[in-house]
């Protein structure tokens, strides 16, 4: 694990990902809170682009708490068979939307701790919820800011709740709204799990990791 860089790097980092990507855009695919929601739901060990792939044709027919129900769980079980774990995400979506529809009147509360009270929502998913359809500025680490986090220091920890804590201490306030979506960019196309792109990297004169692919 890194050490946490000072706040001058971080300053100097999170300038150089907005100047490359000022408006930095999560890739699933969504039409409202609800269905972002169940995109980020079934996006658990999933790539976006594979939710997206089976959530376009659900989303056209089933875009409601109230829609997902009339559909049925056998319907939503064959819209989603393409994702890992779909029997189990389509139960949670039919449980999820139930609940929606008798206790929140089919409109998505916007607390971490309502969103967290779902089936098959945890903390990461309801993050994600609030960063994308809120514009709040909450940190969802995955797999991909979890690798940059530590690798560069700039928010390293032990586990996702010490990479969140290290991210909001850290980072400073006008960069935590896009945070998230430019360290799950950087994991993604460059700091990558196998062999990082790092002499692509344009953080690379400021990242600590060690072993730099040449
Ligand atoms: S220099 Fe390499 S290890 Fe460091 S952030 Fe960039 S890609 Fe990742």
Not at 189 to 202: F, G, H, I, Q, S
Request: with cysteine; hydrophobic share 40%; glycine share 6%.
């Amino acid at each position: 694990m890194a050490k946490q860089l000072d706040y001058q790097a971080i300053r100097e980092i999170f300038t150089r990902f907005q100047a490359g990507e000022p408006e930095p855009k999560g890739e699933l695919e969504h039409v409202n809170a609800f269905t972002l929601v169940v995109a980020v739901a079934l996006s658990a060990q999933a790539t976006d682009a594979g939710v997206n792939k089976a959530t376009r044709a659900l989303f056209e027919v089933a875009d409601t708490p109230q829609k997902i129900l009339d559909l049925g769980e056998a319907a939503l079980t064959d819209h989603i068979r393409t994702i890992g774990l779909y029997r189990n995400k389509a139960r949670n979506v039919i449980r999820l939307s139930r609940i929606l529809v008798e206790e929140y009147g089919g409109v998505v509360p916007n607390s971490r701790a309502a969103l967290q009270s779902l089936p098959g929502v945890g903390r990461k998913t309801a993050n994600v919820v609030l960063n994308m359809w809120w514009h709040y500025p909450a940190q969802a680490v995955d797999t991909h800011i979890f690798r940059v986090g530590n690798r560069s220091g700039i928010c390293p920890g032990k586990d996702v709740d010490a990479v969140e804590r290290a991210i909001e201490d850290n980072i400073p306030v006008e960069f935590q709204q896009h945070a998230h979506h430019w360290l799950i960019l950087h994991g993604r196309y460059t700091c990558v799990a196998r062999k990082p792109k790092c002499n692509a990297c344009l953080i690379r004169d400021l990242c600590q990791f060690e072993d730099k692919t040449e």
